[in-house]
């Protein structure tokens, strides 16, 4: 009983941790917030995507680098802001930009997840490009904002890193018995990589679609009630895992909860066509980006 009694302690010490990492958490980057109100406006001015993005060479190097992937199917080489945003148009752009923007954050080395630098990114972007297309190809009548949730989905991952790693034996003992990653860690620290991200949202002021979405994306189960925003994060995030390279583990795709696919109205063959194609989209991403 003793024993329990400090584990449970131990645990509860750690989610403190974890908590005042998240109170301490850097604020979005001030380009991506503005970027990003700029994807709710109906008439949006290619000056005003210039505006933001004139004072920060750095992020416009690397919205030209994302736009000239072949990811995003840009016809041709683009050399300027404007003739990028005359070849995708302004919407499609500024998704692009935010993504760029958040490159700061996420292009890093994520201690306790294995990720290498520049993999957190690739993967998010993945995601949230994948969720878009979700979004059009099961012509969704009910679609709040799905780039962004999809986008920011793994943010918790970059507090809850450390302390994955201070403890990787033990969560990786647990997931070798078959228990989900989200759920061991929850036995471990009381808290999830999933509700770590929503926290970080909520701070960063957030609305509650946006943060639920995040909070949920590994949890199948609140998905089957809750909106259509929060299932298409769940599925994008499942088609975009890989094992880093851009290939799935083991040359299988993920397989997501029936009760998703249910929600979604997708067959299993649909899926894995889709999954395909999310990959596929993830091959050409990384050859574009190098991250060393």
Known sequence: MQLSED?????????EKIMAEVSTF?????AGVKLRALLNEKDVQIAQIEQILRHDPGLTTN???LANSAYFGVP???GSLKQAIMLVGIKRFAQIAVSASMSKTMDK???GYGLRPGELWLHSIAASNTAEALTKNKKFAETNDVFTPALLHDMG???LGKFAKEEFQKIESIVAKGVPLVRAENMVFGTDHAEVGAQILTKWSFPD??????RWHHNAERIKDSNMQSAIVYLSNIMCQSNGDGNSTGGQYAMPAAVVLKRLGIKIDQYEVLAGQAHSWMNKLSDTLSFE
């Open 109 to 111: 080395t994520v201690e």
């Open 76 to 78: 041709a080489k683009v």
């Open 157 to 159: 991952k970059l507090v």
């Open 26 to 30: 850097p604020s979005m980057p001030r």
């Open 7 to 15: 584990a449970r302690r131990i645990k509860n010490d750690i989610k």
């Open 209 to 214: 679609d946006i943060v639920n979405a995040v």
């Open 63 to 65: 919205v030209l680098r």
